[in-house]
């Protein structure tokens, strides 16, 4: 599975940005994916997860009622709607998909990474 990210940018505090992931390749796999991101000097950092199905996701506390994770698998495609942007939200961001298991915050277990996409947030 090959994972390409995209959609970051230079926006202010207070705005939007839908970050898109599109998986190529065996996308006939059922996998959770998850967005993680890293600032500079930073450990990376789970942001949210969703089930193959959609039916569930898990978030940051920091980003829940902000952050809304979706997947339109007909697309195979994960997106990731960020409102009310703060500066603290500033990192590049991956998607990373699991080939097995279930939905899980924990980032070492994810089996495909896409490349990132930096988002920064500033005035």
């Known amino acids: 599975v090959q994972l390409q990210a995209s959609g970051g940018g230079l926006v202010q505090p207070g705005a939007s940005l839908r970050l898109s992931c599109v998986a190529s390749?065996?996308?006939?796999?059922?996998?959770?994916v998850g967005w993680f991101r890293q600032a500079p000097g930073k450990e990376r950092e789970f942001v949210a997860a969703i089930r193959w199905s959609g039916a569930s996701a898990e978030y940051l506390d920091s980003v829940k009622g902000r952050f809304t994770i979706s997947r339109d698998n007909a697309r195979n495609t994960v997106y990731l709607q960020m409102n009310s942007l703060k500066p603290e939200d500033s990192a590049v961001y991956y998607c990373?998909?699991?080939?097995?298991?279930?939905?899980?915050?924990?980032?070492?277990?994810?089996?495909?990474w896409g490349q990132g996409t930096l988002v920064t947030v500033s005035s």
């Open positions: 990373a998909a699991r080939s097995r298991g279930s939905m899980t915050t924990d980032y070492r277990v994810y089996d495909y």
């Open positions: 390749g065996r996308t006939s796999i059922t996998y959770p």
